[in-house]
């Protein structure tokens, strides 16, 4: 398996534009979480999908963050409008079997909003 | 509410040295507990885990950690570093309450060649 697929792997986009980034699971994984990884906050978790259903996402920081995951191989993060503060490195990650087992992570976004 | 604490945020070594990186969290009931490596320019990936027996457990690369409930904390270890072992190192805490891995904000290593 290639692992988890992220795309773009860079995102250059001025404040106020939308956002989106994308995150392809390992096959055969019921958990897809993403995370945000900042030097002021390290890594948090915004939100987690189990079988396609949003789970938790107490962690999406305000209404400008959307997460979807339409079918089993694929979900998005949107940002819109995007603001300056939103630059980070954003995470996706699978996982097997069940919300803490092993997470296997993709090679993240770095976003820079302008 | 749950917590994960690196106290190293930054650690300097020289080759062949001894490292240990504490790790300490605040929750009481039953936690599953792991250290993530992230090398220069790659993702994160799992170094070690602990879910239950032996507290002492061994991962990749010669690293090691050891569980001790009572001070509730997961210390990373390994005794001889290497420059390869240049790095950032996550603790992760996993607790029934939250149901949610919850990350500590990482420690770098910089080993010297």
């Known amino acids: 398996d290639a692992g988890v697929i992220q795309s773009p792997r860079h995102e250059v986009t001025e404040m106020g534009q939308e956002v989106t980034l994308r995150c392809k699971p390992i096959?055969?994984?019921?958990?897809l979480f993403w995370y945000r990884q900042t030097m002021m906050r390290g890594l948090e978790l915004l939100i987690y999908?189990?079988?396609?259903?949003?789970?938790?996402d107490s962690g999406m920081p305000e209404d400008r963050f959307s997460a979807k995951m339409p079918n089993a191989s694929f979900s998005t993060l949107k940002i819109q409008p995007s603001e300056p503060r939103d630059s980070a490195v954003y995470f996706c990650?699978?996982?097997?079997?069940?919300?803490?087992?092993?997470?296997?992570f993709g090679p993240g976004t770095r976003l820079t909003v302008t | 509410a749950q917590s994960v604490s690196q106290h190293n945020h930054h650690v300097i070594l020289s080759e062949a040295a001894s490292l240990e990186l504490g790790c300490n969290y605040s929750?009481?009931?039953?936690?599953?507990l792991f250290w993530y490596v992230q090398y220069p320019g790659q993702h994160l990936q799992l170094l070690l885990k602990?879910?239950?027996?032996?507290?002492l457990v061994k991962g990749i690369k010669g690293f090691e950690a050891e569980f001790i409930k009572s001070k509730f904390s997961f210390n990373l270890r390994k005794p001889s570093v290497q420059w390869s072992d240049t790095a950032e190192y996550f603790c992760a805490v996993w607790g029934g309450a939250t149901n949610k891995l919850i990350f500590g904000t990482g420690t770098l290593l910089a080993v010297q060649p």
């Open positions: 999908f189990n079988n396609n259903v949003p789970i938790d």
């Open positions: 096959s055969g994984h019921d958990y």
């Open positions: 990650a699978s996982s097997l079997s069940s919300g803490w087992d092993e997470q296997y």
């Open positions: 929750y009481g009931g039953t936690v599953n």
């Open positions: 602990y879910f239950s027996g032996d507290p």
